[in-house]
Every structure is written in structure tokens, then in C-alpha cells.
T-cell receptor
């Protein structure tokens, strides 16, 4: 059973471009979480999605950021018009149900490291 | 802000036990305490979780205070591969703080 997959592992964008980060959850998992980690800081929750639904987006910046988890295919975190402050590692995690909220562990991917020039 | 507080860093000697503390004074009755760790350049991995009773698994032990306002992750024999940032979180919040950076000295 393959683990959580994220691609690309490294992404370089110039200011103003768009960044699309993909997360394929573990097989059988229908819940996805996205986190952002700035250098030397802890993880910050961004958004929690279930297939075709956003359950909790309280950690998402109000502008330029969006996330989706379609019925088919990976979850996508999209950042429009990137700025240097968006440079960070972005991790996704998946769980078979509500993850830690139902006391099941979350399985994290290896992350995408975004660099904005 | 995270609902848990942890020391920024701790050091241990190889093959000695390590006790990593976590305070969660505002914990609610339905909050489970979860621990994750993040090795360098990797995503976090689950370590252990518990509610009221102490818990043991192959990776670690979790000791939970009687009033549940604090807990301690116990690594019985630290190895160099245990060097990581350890996060203590509450399941209904899922906000990771800065965690504790554990350094293991040979």
C-alpha cells in the first residue's frame, strides 16, 4: 500500500505565477489535510477536505489560496499570484475517516517545497 | 495558537530514556492527546495517542496526568534515529506548535 504521495517535491515559481500542489492520499482514505511549514517553524493547519467537500478551511489565507479534493484524482492546493512569503514546505496528510478527530492517525506525505523567487 | 505548550528543545544521550513533556491546561473532556514526530526533511509521522490511561506501543509510551492537563512522551532508549521534532497536539484542534527538538548525543 503506497503511502501519501505529493508532487512535485520541489517547485520554483517567480512572483506572480501560480503554484499547484498535488496530494494523492493513501488508498482507501477519503480525508485530506493540508499544512504549511515555514523554515524553523511548526506545522500550521490550512484546510481539511473530504471528497468533493471542504470541511474546515479556517487556516487558509482569505485570498489567493484555494483547495479542492475532487471525486476522482488527487487533492490540489492552488496558490495564485505567489509572493516570496509563500515560500514554505506544504504537507498533506490523509486518514480513512476524520483522522485525529476520530482518533485515527494521520499519514503525512513527504511535502512539496515551494520556493518563490 | 496551539493549545499545547512544549519546551523548545531537549537533549539526551544515546540509549538513555527520554521524557518529553507537554502542557495542555485547557484540554476538554473529549480531547485526545496525539504525538507526532518529524525527522529532518521529512513529513511528520504518528507516534502515539491517548485519552486518560497511559498507553504503550512499539515506538513509545504516553503517560497522562490524572487531571489530563499534561502528558509525557517516553522514549525508553533513545537512538540517534530518534533525533526529531516532537509535536504534542489535541485531536479536536490539530494545531501544531513549534514542538520540541530532541537532540540525541552518541
Amino acid at each position: 500500500n503506497a503511502g501519501v504521495m505529493q508532487n512535485p517535491r520541489h517547485l520554483v515559481r517567480r512572483r506572480g505565477q501560480e503554484a499547484r500542489l498535488r496530494c494523492s492520499p493513501m488508498k482507501g482514505h477519503s480525508h485530506v489535510y493540508w499544512y504549511r511549514q515555514l523554515p524553523e517553524e511548526g506545522l500550521k493547519f490550512m484546510v481539511y477536505l473530504q471528497k468533493e467537500n471542504i470541511i474546515d478551511e479556517s487556516g487558509m489565507p482569505k485570498e489567493r489560496f484555494s483547495a479542492e479534493f475532487p471525486k476522482e484524482g488527487p487533492s490540489i492546493l492552488r496558490i495564485q499570484q505567489v509572493v516570496r512569503g509563500d515560500s514554505a514546505a506544504y504537507f498533506c496528510a490523509s486518514s480513512p475517516n476524520q483522522g485525529a478527530r476520530q482518533n485515527n492517525e494521520q499519514f503525512f506525505g513527504p511535502g512539496t517545497r515551494l520556493t518563490v523567487l | 495558537d496551539a493549545k499545547t505548550t512544549q519546551p523548545n528543545s531537549m537533549e539526551s544521550n544515546e540509549e538513555e530514556p527520554v521524557h518529553l513533556p507537554c502542557n495542555h491546561s485547557t484540554i476538554s473532556g473529549t480531547d485526545y492527546i496525539h504525538w507526532y514526530r518529524q525527522l529532518p526533511s521529512q513529513g511528520p509521522e504518528y507516534v502515539i495517542h491517548g485519552l486518560t490511561s497511559n498507553v504503550n506501543n512499539r515506538m513509545a509510551s504516553l503517560a497522562i496526568a490524572e487531571d489530563r492537563k499534561s502528558s509525557t512522551l517516553i522514549l525508553h532508549r533513545a537512538t540517534l534515529r530518534d533525533a526529531a521534532v516532537y509535536y504534542c497536539i489535541l485531536n479536536n484542534d490539530m494545531r501544531f506548535g513549534a514542538g520540541t527538538r530532541l537532540t540525541v548525543k552518541p
